[in-house]
């Protein structure tokens, strides 16, 4: 009972800081730059995508570009509830986050409190929670479908974020965590009916499909807030003026060379045989690992997008408990100082980066230096993310073409 009572006063707290940072306006001096979109003030993520449907829906006329999946035109957009849609909801998704973060952690809470404050108040997370961003949500709906059991539920959470969003094909994976003796036939069978059907709906909204990928290159990031592989090759060329597209190609290559490496390492160690699919660790991790990998490999994202990466960290935990492994340690301790750092990098990002020098952008030194460091802690953190949820793949890679006994 004591116990219930210290979490719950832990999560009050921690609501109550958040939202005196949101709602004081403290928090874009310390944590988030202000946006573009200030008339939208806070949540203007979420406005901006309650705008469009209200405007695809209803208006019909001088919107632009739907830059969504056509699943949120079904979305139901009653006048009645206008206010919920606007104001009430991003507000619940900013305490929803905060219960879910304790939720995944109960078992681990006691001896990992400061990682756990660590992962509320880093930019990252801040960022999201402060733009009311989609992602948040899509975050919301993966932890869902890990700990829900009844799998026609979760092949509709799992076709919807799809649909909303493209790059949660990633989710697809989880439909395998589901027990065998869940199915009738198989589940490779459900979830590819799963999938066709998830692509046919598409084909018939193909005109919002386009559209949407035409408008992707306005949410790209470049230098500030990059969560990609792409930053290293951007850096490089930065400094060299080298071949972009040959630096890209020398990158992946380097990144598929180390998650080899790492590979070979987890082998010759007993922890690939306490990995399975059916932990609710082992699923968060499939999930968020492999969309946090997926975007990270395909896309210049918003650095908000490594609120996925959080669905990692418990399995790695449990891992670590159970072997007592050294790497395992040490790279917990690599995560935390990891998002101490990203303090340090946006302390810089909120100021002064660069100048115009005859029209050419130069970007401050201090500024590239930190860029630099958190495009390597990015790369070695992904590359080890990727040995680990490269065995669960390969599992369900074998499941897909495992032929009927």
């Not at 958190?374 to 390969?394: A, G, P, R």
Request: aromatic share 24%; glycine share 4%.
């Amino acid at each position: 009972m004591n116990l219930f009572r210290n979490k719950l006063t832990e999560i009050l707290i921690y609501l109550v800081i958040i939202f005196y940072l949101l709602y004081s306006g403290e928090i874009y001096k310390y944590f988030v730059p202000i946006g573009t979109l200030l008339e939208f003030g806070l949540f203007r993520d979420w406005k901006v995508v309650i705008n469009d449907i209200y405007c695809t829906q209803v208006i019909q006329s001088g919107c632009r570009p739907f830059p969504y999946g056509p699943a949120l035109l079904y979305f139901p957009f009653l006048e009645f509830f206008r206010e919920f849609y606007y104001q009430i909801f991003p507000n619940l998704m900013v305490i929803l986050f905060v219960l879910t973060i304790s939720i995944i952690f109960n078992k681990f809470h006691k001896q990992n409190k400061f990682l756990i404050f660590c992962i509320i108040f880093s930019p990252t997370s801040l960022l999201a929670i402060e733009r009311g961003n989609f992602d948040l949500l899509l975050f919301l709906l993966a932890i869902l479908i890990c700990y829900n059991r009844f799998l026609y539920l979760n092949l509709f959470l799992i076709s919807f974020s799809f649909l909303v969003k493209f790059y949660p094909i990633t989710y697809f994976f989880n439909i395998f965590t589901h027990k065998k003796k869940e199915f009738i036939l198989g589940v490779r069978y459900t979830a590819i009916l799963t999938f066709i059907i998830s692509f046919i709906f598409l084909y018939f909204h193909k005109d919002i499909f386009l559209g949407a990928f035409e408008t992707s290159s306005n949410s790209k990031s470049g230098f500030h807030m990059l969560f990609s592989i792409k930053s290293t090759a951007k850096l490089i060329k930065y400094f060299f003026s080298t071949n972009y597209i040959l630096l890209l190609f020398i990158t992946y290559l380097t990144f598929i060379g180390i998650i080899y490496v790492f590979i070979k390492y987890l082998k010759k160690t007993d922890i690939y045989e306490k990995i399975t699919l059916h932990d609710i660790e082992d699923k968060l991790f499939l999930i968020g690992t492999n969309t946090a990998l997926f975007s990270y490999l395909v896309f210049s994202n918003y650095y908000y997008r490594e609120i996925f990466l959080i669905l990692s960290i418990p399995l790695l935990i449990k891992v670590q408990n159970l072997f007592k492994n050294n790497l395992f340690r040490y790279f917990l301790y690599f995560i935390i100082f990891r998002y101490l750092f990203l303090h340090v990098y946006n302390f810089f990002i909120l100021g002064e980066t660069y100048s115009n020098i005859n029209g050419v952008r130069v970007f401050n030194d201090s500024f590239l230096i930190v860029f630099t460091l958190k495009s390597i802690m990015d790369f070695v953190l992904m590359c080890f993310l990727s040995s680990i949820v490269f065995f669960q793949n390969y599992q369900i890679f074998k499941t897909c073409f495992k032929r009927n006994e």
